[in-house]
């Protein structure tokens, strides 16, 4: 097939013939009889519903007194036809089918007033779909499916493993922690060179310049581990993630890239032989697999959660909770009960006071893990919880498993023990009656506003980055360098 053939658009062609043929005062059946076809030929090309043959056309383009080039030029459609071309395009998408409508034919007979009326309905129902899709309830949605997914497959990526070992052979890493100097390595080995920077645009993390092979970097700040935010812009490149085009696509990216960048730092085979030693000396303790590959705590928690029901044989969960109360982060294979939302979101809801999440902010240690027992309306739980510091505030990151399977773990002698009945309200929501006697009525505190509250979608799509920042700031890499 010629490439001529697979650039032009039928509706285009057909439309220009259409035209062309109109204003000929020709009817279907003297073209149809021109080039030796069927009428009702010659209008499925003019709707474009069949695309002709280069040599049907050129026969078109001669009985139309036109080169085969002008038939085929990206020359502009006439202002009706054009709009004629939008309502069919629109009419043939998903969209429009989901709206149950019966087609309009757009005759001669349409006037130009009703057509301009169509179509601007019609670009009014696209942008207040794309404008729904973009909103947090789409987001909700789309981490709702994700989560029931990593669920059902336990939190493992056999893919993904397997891409990283694939990638730590070629710079020669077989066990053990993944260094700084090896993370970099392996950057080198992908073909990229590193860039720390002071003014990284506020809205981006991380640039990679696939073109000029740079990655730049925001610089260091103290206490932060470097390779992580690395390693998650290599795995994006690995995983050739293109820009995302909606919250599912974004939030899975960020599940793939995440996941990866753990297996990179966490090599399957030396942190599986790891725990399993653990666990036959009953010894289990996400802090010992932290120290052994030199991670933060919930990087080695999550990964934990990757490697323990595959391997171990222990289902568990795993809760990343704000200081607030708030869910960050939650998975769970072990039939714990998250609070939820009516539509099943667990993000942003509150957890009972009760639970290892919350109790673990009134524990004045900080050093020593903790541990503790909780009953809950569906069992007995056990959980570890320690709590990490973020520009939003302080989180607690909980680990946790059934009563059950308990016995592998460190901390499993511990003699906290809460009762949680929640969502019941009198477990933890409402204030004990006496101190409702004394203060009801009295006290008017004054609420911190929500920024989320009122913000309405950034103009800037739905992830917030400011495209124009981070064109300039490349553009201002390139003439410094
Ligand atoms: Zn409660």
Known sequence: ??????????????????????????????L?????????????IENGKRAPQIQQLQKIANALGVTLNHLLSAEKLSERSANELEIERAQRSGLYASLGLPDAYIGK????????????????????????????????????ELRKEMRRINNYFPDLEEEARNLLAKIDHTSGPLSERLTAELANELGFTLHY????????????????????????REGRDARTILLQALAGHVLKHEAPQDYGDYLSQRVLTNYLAGALLMPESSAVAFLQAAKTKCELS????????????????????????????????????????????????????????VFGSVEGQIVCRNWSARRVFTIED????????????VGTYWCTSRIENSDQGQFSVSVGTKFETVKYFRGRASTTRYKSSCPDPSCCRHAPAELEDKWGG????????????????????????????????LEGQRDSS
Do not use: C, W
């Open 1 to 30: 097939m010629s490439t001529l053939e697979e650039e032009f658009d039928p509706l285009v062609v057909g439309r220009r013939i259409r035209e062309l043929r109109t204003k000929k005062g020709m009817n279907l059946e003297v």
């Open 32 to 44: 149809a009889r021109a080039i030796e076809r069927a009428p009702s030929q010659v209008s499925a």
């Open 109 to 144: 007979t349409v006037s130009n007033n009703i057509l301009d009326i169509i179509l601007g309905l019609q670009r009014e129902v696209e942008r207040l779909h794309l404008q729904r899709s973009a909103t947090p309830e789409e987001a909700r949605r789309a981490n709702l």
């Open 197 to 220: 920077t002071q003014d990284l645009p506020a809205s981006t993390r991380v640039i990679t310049d696939e073109k000029h092979g740079r990655i730049y970097l925001p610089m260091r």
């Open 286 to 341: 996400v802090e010992d697999l932290r120290d052994h590959f030199g991670v933060s705590y919930e990087t080695a928690a999550h990964r934990f959660t990757n490697l323990a029901t595959v391997h171990l044989d222990l289902p568990v969960h795993f809760l990343k909770v704000h200081e607030s109360g708030a869910i960050s982060k939650a998975y769970e294979n072990d039939n714990v009960t998250f609070p939820s939302d």
């Open 366 to 377: 900080r050093f020593t893990p903790y541990y503790q027992y909780t009953d809950k309306p």
């Open 442 to 473: 009295m006290i008017r505190p004054t609420p911190k506003l929500n920024s989320s509250l009122l913000a309405a979608i950034p103009q800037n799509g739905f992830l917030g980055i400011e495209h124009r920042e981070v064109l300039e700031f």
